[in-house]
């Protein structure tokens, strides 16, 4: 479960002890404080969810920052205020003199080599023309590079197919599945022996159901999947194609951007669905 919430009778709830943790990471990068270094203070504090390590920490805290859904997007119920999210999130985009993030850095942050999970690069390689490729030395994606312009056309066709039509967002999941426990079936048949008993015993039946609706209830998972498929589609029908790469719309609906041992290019988005950019289609994935 997503930290800051929990789930009781079959909804999600905030959870005030961890929401409170919520709170102050967006209060102190409001304030100036950077992901890191909240991280830190959280692991020094030995706060449960950032005690694994100092770097875990960060990376958690940075997550957390990006995530919509702290301010109810997908159907959660809003632990702050959609302002306060983006105060934090502009905070984020912005150098120390105030000036907003290049449009490079953003696409950066979001891209990932599948090969070492490391970062892709953005440099010019001594040859003033922007090149794309995988940070780490001696790994199939450092070299040969990927031009700027096939990288930022991948991503911008993919957004496009996705505007153009939203289904391609569609996957498939099932809301609620449930998976009884072995232990369910003795219980089921514990309380209908109890039910063929005479004299019943009415209060050991009741503490026999409440124990087998205890148990049925734990073999349910819950998917939010299909809400977040809806929220991302209607995020995509609000925006038009364009001729450069919408980073509006990427960083709404984009988890992010991956390569793969094949310099294959795909976005994946914030309900899992991955799409795959293919040289031959002009528009579409």
């Known amino acids: ?18 929401a409170d943790i919520v709170r102050r990471i967006f209060n102190d990068r409001i304030n100036g404080i950077t992901g890191p270094k909240i991280g830190a203070a959280l692991y020094a504090e030995k706060i449960p969810h950032f ?42 985009c912005r150098k120390v003199f105030g000036k907003p993030l290049p449009a490079h850095k953003i696409i950066k942050g979001m891209s990932f080599c599948t090969v070492c999970g490391m970062h892709m690069g953005h440099n010019y390689n001594g040859t003033g023309v922007a ?4 940070c780490t030395k001696g790994c199939v994606n450092f070299m040969p590079v990927i031009t700027e312009e096939e990288y930022l056309s991948a991503i911008r066709s993919i957004l496009n197919s996705v505007i153009k039509s939203p289904k391609l967002l569609n996957v498939k999941s099932v809301l609620t599945e449930y998976v009884p426990s072995g232990s369910i079936k003795v219980h089921e ?6 039910l063929s008993a005479e004299p019943i015993e009415t209060e050991k039946i009741l503490s026999e159901i409440f124990t ?3 148990e049925q209830y734990a073999c349910c998972t819950y998917d939010l999947t299909p809400y977040v498929t809806a929220d991302l589609k209607n995020t995509a029908k609000k925006h038009e194609q364009s001729d450069d790469v919408n980073l509006e719309l990427l960083q709404q609906i984009a988890e992010k951007i991956v390569v793969d041992a094949d310099k294959n290019i795909s976005v ?6 991955k799409i ?4 031959s289609d002009t528009d579409e994935p």
């Open 1 to 18: 479960m997503l930290y800051g919430y929990k789930i009781e009778n079959g909804e999600v709830i905030i959870d005030e002890e961890s």
């Open 131 to 134: 090149k794309w490729h995988c």
């Open 51 to 92: 005690s694994d390590s100092e770097k875990k920490s960060g990376d958690k805290v940075m997550s957390i920052l990006r995530n919509e859904r702290y301010f109810g997007e997908y159907s959660y119920p809003p632990i702050v205020s959609k302002e306060t999210f983006q105060q934090a999130r502009d905070s984020m």
């Open 268 to 273: 994946i988005f914030k309900n899992g669905k």
């Open 189 to 194: 048949e514990n309380l209908n022996a109890m």
């Open 212 to 214: 087998l609706a205890s």
């Open 276 to 279: 795959t950019y293919k040289e």
